[in-house]
């Protein structure tokens, strides 16, 4: 019975291998045609091993089974990691390579000896023979080798994650699932003993996935698919040159936009004083240096365009030197100095109207946040201090790298500040202007600046400023009362649900209203105010911005010493 299936296993691998034979691939993957060459293999000798009687014939088949463990799995490995866009270099593929020739030697090397095995037995069965073995001293290599191998496919998997992406994500997990399953099947049967292996049917799978997935596989392989790109490309020219500038060969149709080659021969360096030769050679070293890969020329009445890349005789080798790929590119350049001349003037005329509406905008903006002042006898110069002090504490943060926030979110911040209490506009006089303690009534009536401040700058901001910034500016008005631990408003946001941006605005405005002198109290000491912000870290405020805070705090006092 065994042997039947066996024999079924090994005949779909054979016509797996015919049906891809049988296709005229132009290019060979060697990754893939190893693995489908070598499963008949390994299959075939699990089949054979189940007709021997003699325990030296079954251990030289055994010695074809652990193709397997040696080339087959090291050839997954090295599929995998093309797959994830990672080059294996030449030293890997030897050591891993090396490393199962080795393994194959030791064993086929102790056929007469007890040392890899030390007992070799073969029992006759009607379902198929059995072969019983013990291991020898020896042994251990092999479970050794194959830690290491694990340990490969760990780090497959973990450059898989890093590129995440870069590959077709059913072919990786296909090719990474199938040589798990082997290896945990393995060493099953190693635990309990099995008589017979289970291991030439996963295999059979795999041939069968294999084949299937190969034209989808290579459908991500842009090398795969550009050699013939290549060939069908008659209209382009390509020339190769060594790395030290010498001319190496080339196609017909370069002579048409490199003439300089027709007075060359090959290894030949270039003609002095020649305008394209001289323009080819400065792109060598501007390709050395990152700085270009592509430039364009004129020719005549045509613009040439030139790409640069270097060439390897074979994959993963040393570089040999520099490959051209030149097209005519007149037409496209023609119409990108049209477009080019067109863009400029209507940037220009967009650029200056803008500029006149955004300055319209900001003077608005400021203008409101005045007005508001003028109107709130609580907080006058509240609007200009919070601006300029949200600046030092947006510096600190920058300054200390800790937080995620970009240049230009520290410029809109600082931008956005005039903006967070634009809202109070809405508010009766009576209430903005009341110098004692609100009623719960009241309280709640204020509240809602902060809402109508994130609708106000909607209002003002959105279709006239970038989007982005009108983002912060959004964040800022209308969340900066939220506080950390969530008893804030308008909406009771917790912790890092609150933006960013709103959590430094929070800091400037509380800040300001304690060291500032209000009608309905006197200006808190600096000590008392650097204690008040500290204990509230946590609590009102982000707790990060506690180092921030303490970070600038003496430029901070400095500012409202020189301004009191």
Not at 510 to 527: G, I, N
Request: net charge negative.
């Amino acid at each position: 019975m065994i042997t039947a299936i066996y024999s079924l296993c090994l005949l779909v691998c054979i016509l797996m291998l015919l049906n891809m034979a049988q296709k005229n691939y132009n290019n060979i993957d060697i990754y893939h045609w190893t693995i489908l060459i070598l499963i008949p293999v390994i299959i075939m000798a699990y089949w054979l091993k189940t007709m021997v009687t003699s325990p030296d014939a079954a251990y030289a088949l055994m010695c074809f089974q652990y193709l397997d463990s040696t080339f087959l799995v090291v050839a997954v490995i090295f599929y995998l990691l093309h797959n994830a866009g990672v080059t294996a270099k030449p030293w890997m593929k030897t050591a891993l390579y090396g490393l199962g020739v080795v393994h194959l030697l030791i064993i086929c090397l102790c056929i007469n000896t007890d040392l890899y095995y030390s007992s070799v037995e073969v029992i006759e069965s009607s379902a198929g023979n059995i072969v019983r073995i013990s291991s020898g001293p020896l042994m251990v290599f092999h479970y050794i080798y194959l830690a290491v191998i694990l340990l490969c496919f760990i780090a497959v998997m973990a450059a898989g994650v890093r590129r995440r992406g870069s590959y077709a994500n059913a072919n990786m997990l296909v090719y990474l699932i199938l040589p798990l399953i082997s290896l945990a099947a393995y060493a099953v049967e190693g635990m309990t003993g099995q008589d017979y292996s289970m291991l030439p049917v996963a295999y059979a799978v795999m041939d069968v996935v294999i084949a299937l997935f190969y034209d989808g596989a290579h459908t991500h392989d842009i090398s795969f698919l550009i050699a013939d790109h290549h060939k069908s490309e008659a209209s382009r020219a390509y020339a190769a040159f060594a790395l030290n500038g010498r001319f190496l060969s080339c196609n017909e149709k370069s002579y048409e936009f490199l003439p300089f080659l027709k007075e060359i021969k090959v290894n030949d360096m270039p003609p002095e004083g020649d305008r394209i030769a001289d323009i080819i050679y400065d792109l060598f070293d501007s390709f050395e240096r990152g700085e270009v890969n592509t430039v364009r020329y004129p020719l005549g009445d045509m613009t040439c365009e030139c790409g640069i890349s270097y060439f390897s005789l074979r994959e993963g080798g040393s570089r040999h030197g520099y490959l051209l790929d030149i097209r005519d590119a007149t037409k496209e350049q023609e119409a990108y100095d049209l477009m080019q001349s067109y863009n400029e003037r209507l940037n220009e005329e967009v650029e200056e109207k803008t500029e006149n509406i955004r300055d319209i905008q900001r003077k608005i903006v400021l203008g409101m946040a005045g007005m508001i002042e003028n109107r709130d006898n609580n907080t006058g110069g509240h609007v200009k201090r919070t601006s300029d002090i949200i600046k030092i504490i947006v510096d600190e943060i920058m300054a200390r790298g800790t937080m995620d926030i970009s240049e230009q979110m520290a410029e809109d911040i600082v931008r956005a500040a005039p903006t967070h209490d634009l809202g109070k506009v809405t508010i009766d006089n009576s209430i903005l202007n009341k110098p004692g303690r609100f009623t719960d009534e009241e309280y709640e009536i204020m509240k809602t600046h902060s809402t109508k401040s994130g609708e106000m700058v909607m209002i003002l901001l959105d279709g006239v400023e970038e989007e982005r910034f009108v983002k912060v500016a959004y964040n800022v008005a209308r969340y900066h009362h939220e506080r950390w631990d969530g008893r804030g408003y308008p909406e009771g946001l917790v912790g890092t649900m609150i933006p960013l941006e709103a959590r430094i605005m929070a800091i400037a405005d509380v800040y300001d209203a304690l060291v500032s002198k209000r009608v309905y109290k006197d200006a808190m000491s600096f000590e008392k105010s650097a204690s008040i912000m500290c204990e509230c870290m946590g609590t009102q405020f982000d707790p990060n911005m506690k180092a921030v805070f303490l970070g600038c705090r003496e430029k901070l006092e400095e500012y409202y010493s020189a301004n009191e």
